[in-house]
């Protein structure tokens, strides 16, 4: 789970540039917020992210136990295009990790999370 400051702009950003699904998003009026799940799939049982907005709050501070969200791709030079292309914010370009072999890149998302995509 993490906490955005627009979750339209956000859910914009996981579908449009990620594709991602939107499962389901609901508001808890009581509590004064709004819950968005997505996945990979929409017939997932269990979503792969869930999205917090608290109503009224537009930004965060960045933890420092927070690192970055990471996920698994089958093309990163592909993917990383298409991000590209979609005007996402690709931080690192990828290539090789430093002493691995392991082929990574790192992207931004509207509230300034990291996300890095290793190629499998």
Request: hydrophobic letters at 40%.
């Given at each position: 789970?993490?906490r955005?400051g627009?979750?339209e702009e ?10 991602l699904k ?9 509590g004064?917020?709004?819950l ?8 997932d049982?269990?979503p792969?992210?869930?999205?917090t ?18 996920i ?10 298409e ?6 914010k ?6 090789p990790?430093?002493?691995?072999k392991?082929?990574?890149a ?9 996300i890095?995509?290793l190629?499998?």
């Amino acid at each position: 789970m993490i906490r955005v400051g627009n979750l339209e702009e956000s859910i914009a950003f996981y579908v449009n540039i990620l594709n991602l699904k939107l499962i389901r998003k609901t508001d808890y009026p009581s509590g004064k917020f709004t819950l968005a799940f997505l996945s990979f799939d929409v017939e997932d049982k269990e979503p792969f992210l869930e999205l917090t907005y608290n109503w009224g709050v537009e930004k965060y501070e960045m933890g420092t136990s927070f690192g970055h969200i990471a996920i698994g791709v089958k093309d990163i030079y592909g993917i990383c295009e298409e991000i590209r292309e979609k005007g996402g914010k690709i931080i690192r370009e990828p290539g090789p990790m430093k002493g691995s072999k392991s082929i990574l890149a790192f992207i931004q998302d509207p509230d300034g999370y990291k996300i890095e995509l290793l190629q499998r």
